[in-house]
C-alpha cells in the first residue's frame, strides 16, 4: 500500500509540473480537502488558486525527501518558478524564486483524501519583485 500511495503523490507531482490541471485534479478524490497557503477547501474552491499558481508562476516541485507510512505520505520539496503572467491583476516581473515547500497527504483508494501545503508565500513574492496577497 505504501508503494502506491508514493505513486499517487507523485503522479500529482508530475502533474503541476507538466501544468497539467486535470490531472492534478484527477490525483484526488471527489470530496478531498485541500489546505494551503492562499486558502482550503475542495477540488472547486482551490482549482482557480492552482491555476492561477501553474500560469503565473511556471512552478516546478523537485522532491527533496519522501515520507511513507500507510495511507499517510510527507514531502519536502525544492520549489521553482519565475513570474510569467499576471497574477489576481498583479504586474509580470520575469524574476524567479526559490523556496522549501512540504506537503502532506492522506492516499485513501488510490486517490489523495487530504492535502495540507505550507510554503513561505511571502518569501516567494518578494523573491519575484511582487506585493504579498
Same mark, same amino acid.
Do not use: H
Given at each position: 500500500?505504501?508503494?502506491?500511495?508514493?505513486?499517487?503523490? #507523485?503522479?500529482?507531482?508530475? =502533474?503541476?509540473?507538466?501544468? $497539467?490541471?486535470?490531472?492534478?485534479? &484527477?490525483?484526488? =478524490?471527489?470530496?478531498?480537502?485541500?489546505?494551503? =497557503?492562499?486558502?482550503?477547501?475542495?477540488? /472547486?474552491?482551490? &482549482? !482557480?488558486?492552482?491555476? $492561477?499558481?501553474? $500560469?503565473?508562476?511556471?512552478?516546478?516541485?523537485?522532491?527533496?525527501?519522501?515520507?511513507?507510512?500507510?495511507? @499517510?505520505?510527507?514531502?519536502?520539496?525544492? /520549489?521553482? +518558478?519565475?513570474?510569467?503572467?499576471?497574477?489576481?491583476?498583479?504586474?509580470? @516581473?520575469?524574476?524567479?524564486? /526559490? #523556496?522549501? %515547500?512540504?506537503?502532506?497527504?492522506?492516499?485513501?483508494? +488510490?486517490?489523495?483524501?487530504? &492535502?495540507?501545503? %505550507?510554503?513561505? @508565500? =511571502? @518569501?516567494?513574492?518578494?523573491?519575484?519583485?511582487? !506585493?504579498? !496577497?
Amino acid at each position: 500500500m505504501s508503494e502506491e500511495n508514493k505513486r499517487v503523490v #507523485l503522479d500529482y507531482v508530475d =502533474a503541476f509540473n507538466r501544468g $497539467d490541471l486535470e490531472d492534478v485534479c &484527477r490525483t484526488f =478524490a471527489e470530496d478531498a480537502l485541500i489546505y494551503g =497557503a492562499l486558502g482550503w477547501g475542495g477540488l /472547486e474552491k482551490v &482549482r !482557480p488558486v492552482w491555476r $492561477d499558481l501553474i $500560469d503565473c508562476f511556471a512552478l516546478n516541485l523537485q522532491v527533496e525527501a519522501m515520507i511513507v507510512e500507510g495511507d @499517510t505520505v510527507a514531502v519536502r520539496y525544492v /520549489e521553482r +518558478g519565475r513570474s510569467v503572467g499576471s497574477f489576481r491583476g498583479g504586474y509580470v @516581473t520575469g524574476k524567479s524564486y /526559490e #523556496l522549501v %515547500a512540504m506537503e502532506w497527504f492522506v492516499v485513501r483508494g +488510490g486517490k489523495i483524501q487530504n &492535502r495540507w501545503g %505550507a510554503r513561505d @508565500t =511571502a @518569501t516567494m513574492f518578494w523573491q519575484m519583485g511582487l !506585493p504579498i !496577497p
